[in-house]
């Protein structure tokens, strides 16, 4: 069993849909939770970032992190096309350098 | 604006080839990690460093090495290159001192080893 589950789609959703992606983790002392995005042929982008349990928003973007249920989710809302790319979650121990990342999502939004 | 550079984006090497793979940061970070990125398989880490001439494995170190001479630059080695090392190579780094500044990437090298 990989540490994070991430379903890889492809997902195509209409533009002004509302997107939502999800991550799953065995490991429940994971304190950092990310989220990159990655457009094709370039490199990972961090797009939001929580520490523990709780909600954070920014913009269209909203990030959830459950840690009962070992549980992470992205929202996106009034989808865009300029937001088609690949989702990362990725997460971290405490005091730790390394990044666990899931397999990636690969999102389309489409016109 | 921070920044990571990667030498180059595109490489094509032949079996038993030496590869260098060579990244840079601005950003006086601490950390520094290579990963390759594999369809279906996500990224891996294969080496990290938390300091100039410091380095640990991470999960997939087998068949590379690494160099980090100055605190700026973090190298990635193939000995003797193999097909089964055909993959996105992305650099990051990463400051320990600031929360949240969890990990610049650079724009990838991608390699094919014929």
């Known amino acids: 069993q990989k540490e994070v589950e991430q379903d890889p789609g492809p997902l195509s959703v209409p533009e002004g849909a509302i997107v939502s992606l999800n991550c799953t983790y065995s490991n429940s002392a994971f304190q950092y939770f990310m989220w990159y995005r990655q457009y094709s042929r370039k490199g990972p982008e961090l797009l939001m970032y929580?520490?523990?349990?709780g909600n954070k928003e920014d913009g269209r973007f909203t990030a959830q992190v459950d840690k009962s249920s070992k549980y992470i989710s992205l929202f996106i809302r009034d989808s865009q096309p300029s937001d088609s790319a690949t989702y990362l979650c990725a997460m971290r121990l405490q005091g730790a350098q390394k990044l666990v990342f899931g397999q990636g999502t690969r999102l389309t939004i489409n016109p | 604006d921070v920044k990571v550079t990667q030498s180059s984006r595109y490489l094509v090497k032949r079996t038993g080839e030496k590869v260098f793979l060579e990244c840079v940061q601005d950003?006086?970070?601490?950390?520094m990690f290579w990963y390759r990125q594999d369809p279906g398989l996500g990224l891996r880490l294969i080496y990290f460093?938390?300091?100039?001439?410091?380095?640990e494995k991470g999960d997939i170190p087998e068949g590379y090495s690494v160099s980090r001479e100055k605190k700026e630059r973090f190298s990635l080695i193939l000995e003797s290159a193999s097909t089964n090392q055909t993959s996105m190579y992305l650099c990051a780094s990463r400051s320990q001192r600031e929360k949240g500044k969890e990990g610049f990437f650079g724009e990838g090298s991608r390699l094919t080893v014929l």
């Open positions: 460093s938390y300091d100039v001439k410091m380095k």
């Open positions: 950003m006086d970070h601490e950390n």
């Open positions: 929580t520490y523990s349990s």
